[in-house]
């Protein structure tokens, strides 16, 4: 088992830039892939990111792709997730997972995963 912290999060304008971090208990190499989620008042818990950290490779939701990135800073064992050019529609909890218990699919550009480990979410705010 993975436990996860998370930081970051506020309120922005928008157009402005927020970064959210998920800190992992264990070493990022030890760990097969690694997503960001968010879910709004009312709606359903969408994906927008996931990474394999050993491979670097990522993949984004056709929502946030050019817009938001997701990275390893393995000295300190944390995933990040710069979000650039927020938008009102960008306003959530967001959440960061590890430990890929099964694939899903792919849905809107992005391979989906069921992860048995997750961050206690912080909130994302964004205003018009």
């Known amino acids: 088992q993975v436990e996860l912290v998370q930081s970051g999060g506020g309120s922005v304008q928008a157009g402005g830039s927020l970064r959210l971090s998920c800190a992992a208990s264990t070493d990022l190499w030890r760990i097969d892939y690694m997503g960001w989620f968010r879910q709004a008042p009312g709606k359903e818990r969408e994906a927008v990111a996931v990474?394999?950290?050993?491979?670097?490779?990522?993949e984004y939701s056709d929502s946030v792709r050019g817009r938001f990135t997701m990275g390893p800073d393995n000295a300190k064992n944390t995933i990040y997730l710069q979000m650039n050019s927020l938008r009102p529609e960008d306003t959530a909890m967001y959440y960061c997972a590890a430990e890929a218990a099964r694939y899903i699919g792919k849905s809107a550009g992005l391979s989906l995963y069921e992860y048995n480990d997750w961050g206690q979410g912080t909130q994302v705010t964004v205003a018009s």
């Open positions: 990474m394999h950290p050993v491979r670097g490779s990522t």
